[in-house]
C-alpha cells in the first residue's frame, strides 16, 4: 500500500512539474546541452538573496524563444562556443521582490559589486528596475557566451546585472577583445530573431515574441 502511494505521489509531482502554459516549454527539453545558471535561484544576484518564484534551476521560456535560441546554440557550437544564460521567463513575484528591494534604500550590501556609481534610488528613473520585466511575457533571455573547451565565459566588459554604462551595448571604453566578444553576442542573437536592450550587452528578446501583451506569474519550478 505504502509503495503504491509512493508511486502515485511521484506520478503526480511529475504531473505538476510538466505543467506549463500552453506555448511554454522547459529549455533543456529543446536544447539538452545548454548551460543554464538561473542567478536569481541563488545569492549570486545584485539583491543577494533568492528571489520570490525561483523555485529551481530550470529554464523556461517560450517554445518560439526557445527554438530560436536553438540556432544560437548550433551556430557557436562550430566554433566550440555555446551559450550560459542567466534568466528567461521571470514570474511577476520576482519583478515584485525587486521593486520591495529597491524601495528600501538602506540595503545596499552588493552595491559594490553591481551598481558602484549609481545611487540605488535612481535605479527606477535609470531604466534598470520597473515594475513590470518584458522577461515575464516568457521571450527574453539574458545570457553570455562561454568557451566550449574551458567552460569560462568570454570577457565582455562587466558581469551579468551590472548596473551603469559600462554594461551598455556599445560602451566605447572597452577593449578591443570586449568589444569583439559583445559584437559577436549581438550579431549570433540578432542572426536568429531577437533583438538586444541597449543598457544590457547580456538582455535579448525574440522580435516575434508570441505573447508580446501578456505578463505571466507562475513560478519557476
Keep these: 500500500m505504502k509503495f503504491c502511494l509512493l508511486i502515485l505521489t511521484c506520478f503526480f509531482n511529475l504531473l505538476i512539474f510538466a505543467q506549463l502554459p500552453n506555448g511554454f516549454v522547459y529549455v533543456k527539453d529543446v ?65 515584485n521582490h525587486f521593486i520591495r528591494w529597491a524601495n528600501n534604500i538602506t540595503d545596499t550590501i552588493n552595491k559594490a559589486q553591481f551598481y558602484p556609481n549609481v545611487n540605488k534610488s535612481d535605479l527606477f528613473e535609470k531604466g534598470y528596475i520597473a515594475s513590470r520585466s518584458g522577461h515575464s511575457k516568457g521571450s527574453t533571455v539574458d545570457l553570455t557566451i562561454i568557451d566550449g573547451k574551458t567552460n569560462e ?29 559583445r559584437q559577436l553576442l549581438l550579431e549570433v542573437m540578432v542572426k536568429y530573431g531577437f533583438v538586444n536592450y541597449y543598457k544590457e550587452w547580456w538582455h535579448f528578446t525574440l522580435k516575434n515574441e508570441p505573447f508580446p501583451n501578456t505578463y505571466f506569474d507562475f513560478p519557476v519550478k
Excluded at 32 to 52: A, Q, W
Excluded at 154 to 181: C, I, R
Design 31 to 95: 536544447i539538452p546541452d545548454l548551460k543554464v545558471e538561473l542567478r536569481y535561484h541563488s545569492s549570486n544576484n545584485f539583491v543577494g538573496n533568492m528571489i520570490d518564484g525561483y523555485q529551481s534551476n530550470n529554464l523556461i521560456l517560450t517554445e518560439a524563444a526557445a527554438n530560436a535560441l536553438k540556432l544560437v546554440q548550433k551556430e557557436l557550437e562550430q566554433h566550440n562556443m555555446c551559450l550560459l544564460v542567466f534568466d528567461g521567463y521571470r514570474p511577476q513575484p520576482a519583478v
Design 153 to 181: 565565459p568570454l570577457d565582455m566588459g562587466t558581469e551579468y546585472d551590472f548596473f551603469g554604462e559600462k554594461s551598455w551595448t556599445n560602451y566605447a571604453e572597452l577593449s578591443e577583445v570586449q568589444k569583439t566578444n
